[in-house]
């Protein structure tokens, strides 16, 4: 009866230290998949959300009004063509830090990179400010970039932006920010273009754009302009 009595605390230890094996395990496994689950709407090199991330934001906000700005950098291959990709990575770093910390303050606000040079900026708001978040834009990426050799570089982006209404297609939005863009693009760069409300959205056919803005980009080019 005795060395059953001692045997009791040592069971109940082991019971005890398995428990909290059992409990560390599950949360290891769940930090585990939040990492993994982080990683799958994560940008690795800007660390802003990626295309994932954003249409998962964006059909959260599906029940409320928003402003939409994308950017696209004004002669950003020439960045890499003159300076290097680890000159273009930087700058892409330093842009994404600075369209982040513009809107960091704004409840619900979100970045995000679709690729290449191209940035989205996502603001929850009652009533239209699309302008005005394209012009805050172009207002913070007006400081040059310290590049990592030193030497400054002037970076410009044109903005194409969209006040999105309750219920509106996620995709179609981006369309119409695509757009406006392409105009900003067509008429020099370095400014904001608005898609008109009047109008509806348009259908979701992001190619024959993204062709001409590339081609737009390409003509400034060769014409020499800024």
Same mark, same amino acid.
């Given at each position: 009866m005795k060395a059953r009595t001692m045997l009791l605390p040592a069971v109940a230890a082991a019971s *005890?230290? %398995?428990h909290v094996w059992a409990a560390w395990a599950a949360r290891s496994h769940r930090s585990q998949l939040a990492q993994v689950r982080r990683a799958a709407i994560t940008d690795p090199l800007t660390g802003l959300l990626n295309r994932l991330g954003l249409f998962t !934001? *964006?059909?959260e906000l599906g029940g409320e009004s928003y402003d939409l700005a994308l950017v696209d950098l004004d002669g950003f291959k020439q !960045?890499? #063509?003159?300076?290097?990709? #680890?000159?273009? #990575?930087?700058v892409l770093v330093e842009v994404a830090a600075r369209l982040s910390e513009a809107i960091g303050e704004v409840d619900g606000a979100a970045v995000a990179r679709l690729g290449g040079d191209e940035i989205v900026l996502v603001c929850p708001s009652p009533a239209p400010i699309a302008h005005l978040l394209g012009t805050e834009v172009v207002r913070c990426l007006a400081a040059p970039i310290t590049l990592p050799d030193g030497r400054e570089l002037e970076v410009r982006a044109s903005v194409g932006v969209v006040s999105a209404l309750v219920g509106d297609q996620p995709a179609r939005v981006l369309r119409a920010a695509d757009l406006a863009l392409y105009r900003a693009?067509?008429?020099g760069g370095d400014q904001v273009a608005e898609y008109d409300r009047i109008a509806e959205l348009p259908p979701v056919e992001t190619r024959p754009v993204v062709r001409l803005r590339e081609m737009t980009?390409?003509?400034?080019? *060769?014409? %020499?302009?800024a």
């Amino acid at each position: 009866m005795k060395a059953r009595t001692m045997l009791l605390p040592a069971v109940a230890a082991a019971s *005890l230290a %398995g428990h909290v094996w059992a409990a560390w395990a599950a949360r290891s496994h769940r930090s585990q998949l939040a990492q993994v689950r982080r990683a799958a709407i994560t940008d690795p090199l800007t660390g802003l959300l990626n295309r994932l991330g954003l249409f998962t !934001v *964006l059909g959260e906000l599906g029940g409320e009004s928003y402003d939409l700005a994308l950017v696209d950098l004004d002669g950003f291959k020439q !960045v890499n #063509d003159t300076y290097g990709h #680890d000159a273009g #990575d930087a700058v892409l770093v330093e842009v994404a830090a600075r369209l982040s910390e513009a809107i960091g303050e704004v409840d619900g606000a979100a970045v995000a990179r679709l690729g290449g040079d191209e940035i989205v900026l996502v603001c929850p708001s009652p009533a239209p400010i699309a302008h005005l978040l394209g012009t805050e834009v172009v207002r913070c990426l007006a400081a040059p970039i310290t590049l990592p050799d030193g030497r400054e570089l002037e970076v410009r982006a044109s903005v194409g932006v969209v006040s999105a209404l309750v219920g509106d297609q996620p995709a179609r939005v981006l369309r119409a920010a695509d757009l406006a863009l392409y105009r900003a693009k067509a008429a020099g760069g370095d400014q904001v273009a608005e898609y008109d409300r009047i109008a509806e959205l348009p259908p979701v056919e992001t190619r024959p754009v993204v062709r001409l803005r590339e081609m737009t980009e390409s003509a400034r080019a *060769l014409g %020499g302009a800024a």
